[in-house]
């Protein structure tokens, strides 16, 4: 261990966020609030997360959480008063708490809608800071996660900057922009009960109407990451930007990029009890067709190992690239392709992917549900695991895909291209098929050269199985980065 390491022994981290996995998750957001605390207590730091005590955490979860006690905190701009009850987990040595108030956190999955999730996370960034100094748990480093913790940083300079939890310095991490948390500001004003100075263009304003969560939290956090490298740079651009670009670039001294990492305990084909047959490095290739047989029989697909599987495991919106999917089906279904799609969201994805499924009895499964344990199989049994997205901050599936030695078909877009290096068909390098422009004909070329070598180049084909089973995609080299950049605040 170096020295910087032991330096930063008892760095003390708080993680804000909306999701934590496996108390909910609806994406990668919660996967990174599970993985990283871990990877980060493995360095030598004292974490605890931080998250709503939504309704829908299973009840078996529930049952092993303690109760911390209980305050009332007042939030809004008239003053009301709201119950703040702090409930606790320990899972492996990470503490979990769970901010309890039925009020807020009694409906949603865990999310409603805007309406209503802004009084919710109003109430949720306050309440979290006030537990802290509740439990007098004062952290070097509050860790805020996307726009439902955006206003830890603001209430922590403003409202609590003499109270104890004053002295912790914040990060907020951008896992998407598409969500800002806009709304009117007299809403946000009522909510919040912040000083109208806020109300400017430099923190919340957006126009003479609206403002911004995220974009007030930006402004006041001491440091911005978001998940990979090229992802800090598309975001100051107008195409990336979702209307903050500016407000990006004026603080981009303290933007920075770090690329997610998966936790590998969890995604490890040698142990995964979900897989018909687990398997490493030494008998991929024969476990990953029994695999790919298993997940055929479970999903009523023509049982043939000899068919080249494409899966898709995706939120279905817009981000994901899915027009571009849509565009090319009809063409993409020759007699060797069959495609598995795991997903729920936009009804006009969900109904076109049911089409191509009645339409292409046998070949194309469309399974619109959220499900963990097909997502592993789909994972293990697939052969190529299909990524076009729009824009795409990290990605974690074509992460989990090549430590299962499924080869993933990207845009060069985000963390997709900071983690997928294309496929050279002269060296016979590269660790899965890329495009760039955001096109369905590039998409369908990508898709073609896949095939073609699956079934014409088997050989070159396996290289890259077991190459990307091989690449490191934990998150041991990013928790370092984080740990410099708390290092650094702390001073
Ligand atoms: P995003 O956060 O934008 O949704 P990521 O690629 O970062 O995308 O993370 C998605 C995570 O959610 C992965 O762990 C993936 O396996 C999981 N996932 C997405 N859709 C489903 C689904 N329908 N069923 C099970 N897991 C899913
Ligand atoms: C977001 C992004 C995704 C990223 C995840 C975790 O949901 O869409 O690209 O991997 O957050 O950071």
Not at 230 to 258: C, M, P, V, W
Request: contains cysteine; glycine residues 8%.
């Amino acid at each position: 261990m170096s020295n910087g390491k032991l330096a930063d022994r008892a760095m003390k981290v708080a993680f804000i966020g909306s999701e934590c996995y496996p108390f909910i998750k609806t994406g990668g957001l919660g996967d990174v609030m599970y993985a990283l605390p871990r990877a980060l207590l493995r360095e030598g730091c004292e974490v605890r997360v931080i998250m709503p005590c939504y309704r829908c955490i299973p009840d078996r979860f529930k049952e092993r959480m303690v109760w911390r006690g209980s305050f009332m905190m007042d939030l809004t701009q008239d003053g009301r008063t709201y119950h703040v009850g702090v409930m606790e987990s320990v899972l492996d040595g990470v503490t979990y708490d769970f901010i309890d108030n039925r009020e807020f956190f009694d409906w949603g999955n865990p999310y409603t809608g805007l309406w209503e999730d802004i009084p919710k996370y109003c109430y949720f960034s306050k309440a979290a800071l006030a537990a802290l100094n509740f439990m007098d748990w004062i952290p070097d480093v509050i860790h805020c996660h996307d726009w439902q913790a955006a206003l830890v940083p603001v209430y922590l300079r403003t409202l609590f900057s003499v109270t104890p939890v004053g002295a912790a310095r914040s990060v907020l991490t951008i896992h998407n922009l598409r969500f800002q948390g806009i709304c009117s500001i007299e809403h946000l004003k009522y909510w919040t009960g912040l000083p109208d100075y806020l109300f400017d263009y430099a923190v919340f304003k957006v126009n003479d109407r609206e403002a911004n969560m995220f974009k007030g939290g930006l402004a006041y956090a001491d440091r911005i990451t978001t998940v990979s490298d090229t992802y800090a740079g598309e975001i100051q651009t107008d195409f990336y930007g979702e209307g903050l670009n500016s407000h990006l670039s004026y603080h981009r001294e303290k933007l920075k990029g770090i690329v997610n990492g998966i936790d590998i305990d969890i995604w490890n084909s040698r142990t995964d009890k979900l897989l018909h047959a687990a398997y490493g490095e030494e008998n991929a290739l024969q476990a990953k067709k029994l695999n790919k047989k298993a997940l055929q029989e479970r999903l009523g697909l023509a049982v043939d190992e000899d068919k080249f599987v494409v899966g898709l495991i995706s939120r279905l919106t817009d981000q994901k690239g899915l027009d571009l999917i849509n565009t090319i089906f009809t063409e993409m279904m020759d007699e060797r392709i069959q495609v598995v799609i795991l997903g729920t969201g936009d009804p006009r994805y969900e109904d076109a992917f049911r089409y191509y499924e009645s339409a292409y009895k046998g070949q194309v499964c469309a399974y619109i549900k959220y499900d963990e344990s097909l997502a592993h199989q789909i994972y293990a049994g697939a052969d190529a695991l299909l990524v076009p997205s729009l824009f795409e901050p990290c990605g974690l599936t074509q992460l989990i895909a090549m430590r299962y030695g499924t080869i993933p078909i990207v845009r060069e877009t985000g963390g997709l291209k900071d983690t997928v290096e294309p496929y050279n068909e002269y060296t016979g390098e590269g660790n899965g098929f890329t495009f760039d422009r955001y096109r369905a004909d590039l998409l369908l070329d990508a898709v073609r050269r896949a095939e073609w070598l699956y079934f014409e180049d088997r050989g070159r084909w396996d290289a890259i199985v077991l190459r990307d089973m091989e690449k490191d995609v934990s998150w041991e080299h990013s928790a370092d980065l984080y740990l410099k950049l708390y290092g650094e605040l702390k001073g």
